[in-house]
């Protein structure tokens, strides 16, 4: 088959590589031109040829940069040819893309990506939306990018459905994530663990907590046993917090995701207000010691009341 790549960052351009291995042509499209096989979106679009089959676009780019690019594809486009988003869209914005594409008669798939800089070597896993003839003239594509065997693609539903699907991926890795990352925390705190790294290593078979991720923490540790080279800060893309946005909407319970989500919220704060409070109220009621902002040893007494 032949497909139309735009974004070749960390994932597009390993993406990229691994259609071409599976015998596909790829022509790629990236602000840098340096990696890039297209001038522009109408370039690209102009060097998909094939006229047996509809032209086909994915594209990985960052969220705020998928309707520009939607847009002027639909006046690239033909009817018949088909868009796929393999980037970490909001669910809800799917239908709003799919219907704005269907006024010109080009067909919508998204699609939730999963694999990272990993994807290359091992696969991806593929979550997709989408109505059934769509998804399986695109198949060949799916294929070169999951991972070899039964596993790693699912035709999730309707258009939405696939990147809902990995948006509850993700808010299910921040709840893993923040398991392991809080044993980690125990373990080195307790004193009574000679050898926290390899604690972690030993769990990586014939335990019912093995995972890649144990795997990449394990690996991490390996570099770094006391990870003192890593600032306690944590981002988030923004699906975990879709996902517990949707379980409030939906009156899911969630809360493992939910701390896991705000706990990366505490992880951006130098000092922290709501800790603040605490401590200030532990200090009125019980007389208990509080950190003063220039002395640490510092403490102030209860006020009496």
């Known amino acids: 088959m032949e497909l139309g790549l735009v974004g070749l960052g960390k994932m597009g351009g390993n993406m990229r590589q691994r259609i071409r291995n599976a015998g596909h042509t790829v022509v790629g499209l990236d602000h840098n031109q340096d990696i890039s096989d297209a001038k522009d979106l109408a370039d690209m679009v102009g060097k998909l040829t094939a006229s047996d089959q509809p032209r086909v676009v994915w594209i990985m780019v960052p969220v705020q940069a998928i309707d520009p690019v939607v847009t002027e594809l639909a006046d690239l486009l033909s009817p018949g040819d088909i868009v796929i988003d393999g980037g970490n869209s909001r669910w809800t914005d799917d239908t709003r893309r799919a219907a704005q594409l269907a006024e010109k008669g080009i067909r919508f798939v998204d699609c939730g990506v999963s694999g990272g800089v990993w994807g290359l070597e091992n696969g991806y896993a593929l979550m997709c939306g989408g109505d059934k003839e769509t998804v399986e003239q695109v198949m060949p ?63 990586r078979e014939g335990t019912v907590i093995r995972s890649w991720l144990l795997d990449l923490l394990v690996a991490s540790l390996k570099d770094d046993s006391h990870l003192a080279k890593i600032r306690g800060y944590a981002d988030d893309s923004g699906e975990g917090r879709w996902t517990v946005e949707a379980a409030i909407d939906h009156a899911v319970p969630m809360p493992a995701i939910s701390a896991a989500l705000f706990a990366r919220f505490a992880s951006r704060q130098e000092d922290s207000p709501a800790m603040k409070a605490i401590a200030a109220m532990r200090n009125q009621f019980g007389g208990h010691a509080v950190k003063g902002a220039e002395d640490p040893s510092y403490a102030t007494p209860p006020t009496k009341h």
């Open 141 to 203: 594509i799916f294929e070169a990018l999951k991972p070899e065997g039964e596993f790693g693609f699912v035709h999730a539903g309707k258009v939405g459905a696939g990147h809902f699907s990995k948006m509850v991926h993700n808010g299910i890795e921040y709840g893993i994530m923040q398991a392991y990352a809080e044993g980690y925390e125990l373990l080195e705190a307790a004193d009574v663990v000679e050898n926290v790294p390899e604690a972690f290593e030993s769990w």
